[in-house]
Antibody
Framework: EVQLLESGGALVQPGGSLRLSCVGS????????LSWVRQAPGKGLEWVSY????????DYADSVKGRFTISRDNSKNTLYLQLNSLRAEDTALYYC??????????????WGKGTTVTVSS | EIVLTQSPGTLSLSPGERATFSCRTS???????LAWYQQKPGQAPRLLIY???SRATGIPDRFSGSGSGTDFTLTISRLEPEDIAVYYC?????????FGQGTKVEIK
């Protein structure tokens, strides 16, 4: 069974940093593109970032560009999201999602359960 | 950025009725790279439709998608109580891969 398990969410002060992790199982991790998608409390879904299977190409939403960094360690079947210069508006449930194909033009067909980031003083 | 506008905001229907969700985009979606997701309360989103009209694995055939260009529709032919959820459209043909704001389904 294909599974994604996020971790690393926490309460952090504005301006602080955090690293989220997502461990994948049940599939060939290095052959699949992945994304982070977030959902602020009571709000809709916001696509945050994308990384291709090899890690050679990444993409970001304008709202996080320059502050967040997506990366992956295929030897550990783990996806990361480094969050820096955090703001109150980054408070959200962060989902890890797997694409059906290892290409930008693909859709997210498996989602994790999410990890919660709260930015507050 | 392609903006996706979903309507209505809330749909209140009885079991067995037909539900129709609209998703309009500010620019044409490349190759109809549009997906629909269902999110039940307290759960992660679930893929329903990709490529505007292809059902994902395991999705009941009462769910169908249609449309092209800038105008897309998700239809539930006969609403079931377990279909209570928020439904989102997303385009994945252009960066950033934007979502619509969602349509909430309530059962009368």
């Amino acid at each position: 069974e294909v599974q994604l398990l996020e971790s690393g969410g926490a309460l952090v002060q504005p301006g602080g940093s955090l690293r989220l992790s997502c461990v994948g199982s049940g599939f060939t991790f290095s052959s699949n593109a992945l994304s982070w998608v977030r959902q602020a409390p009571g709000k809709g879904l916001e696509w945050v970032s994308y990384i291709v299977g090899s890690g050679s190409y990444t993409d970001y939403a304008d709202s996080v560009k320059g502050r967040f960094t997506i990366s992956r360690d295929n030897s550990k079947n783990t996806l990361y999201l480094q969050l820096n210069s955090l703001r109150a508006e980054d408070t959200a449930l962060y989902y890890c999602a797997k694409y059906q194909y290892n290409t930008f033009y693909s859709y997210m067909h498996v989602w994790g359960k999410g990890t919660t980031v709260t930015v507050s003083s | 950025e392609i903006v996706l506008t979903q309507s209505p905001g809330t749909l209140s229907l009885s079991p067995g009725e037909r539900a129709t969700f609209s998703c309009r985009t500010s620019q044409s979606v490349r190759s109809n790279y549009l997906a629909w997701y269902q999110q039940k309360p307290g759960q992660a989103p679930r893929l329903l439709i990709y490529g505007a009209s292809s059902r994902a694995t395991g999705i009941p055939d009462r769910f169908s998608g249609s449309g092209s260009g800038t105008d897309f529709t998700l239809t539930i032919s006969r609403l079931e109580p377990e279909d209570i959820a928020v439904y989102y459209c997303q385009q994945y043909g252009t960066s950033p891969k934007t979502f619509g704001q969602g349509t909430k389904v309530e059962i009368k």
